[in-house]
């Protein structure tokens, strides 16, 4: 299990929700998308269905099962939705509240993406010093 788990706190004061970054991108469930878009499970499943017919991406790359933590400690699998199907819902139900989570979700990238590059600067400094070193002695 590979997915790391992040809190989410919309602005407008709405309960945090978990978001999920498994294989290089976010992942929710409907349950979730319902809580971030301010609607019902019922309208987020319609929305899902208007994307399937558009044909915008392929579904079984946007869908997955995925074992997390569940708020108890406990080992779920629980079925996701990448990314691209929740900014594809939350366009149509709720523009403002898509935005700020497209927003935030590329905020949380561009951090992880800085804090790698950190790190693996850092690893590749220590090698060539100690090739340097190794080379010189």
Known sequence: MNTHTINYQP???AKELNVYF??????????????LFNSDAMKIYTAF????KEDAFDILDSN?????LSENGRQIVGNFYNL???????????PKEATEFRLWSLFVV???????AKIEYGVVG????????LLSA
């Open 22 to 35: 498994h294989r290089d991108t976010f992942w929710m469930t409907f349950e979730n998308m319902s809580h």
């Open 126 to 133: 220590s090698l060539k010093k100690s090739f340097s070193r």
């Open 110 to 116: 561009k951090n992880y993406i800085r804090q790698q």
């Open 49 to 52: 269905k208007e994307v399937i």
């Open 64 to 68: 997955e099962q995925i074992e997390v």
């Open 11 to 13: 602005q407008n004061g």
């Open 84 to 94: 691209d199907v929740i900014m594809s819902i939350g366009y149509r139900l709720n």
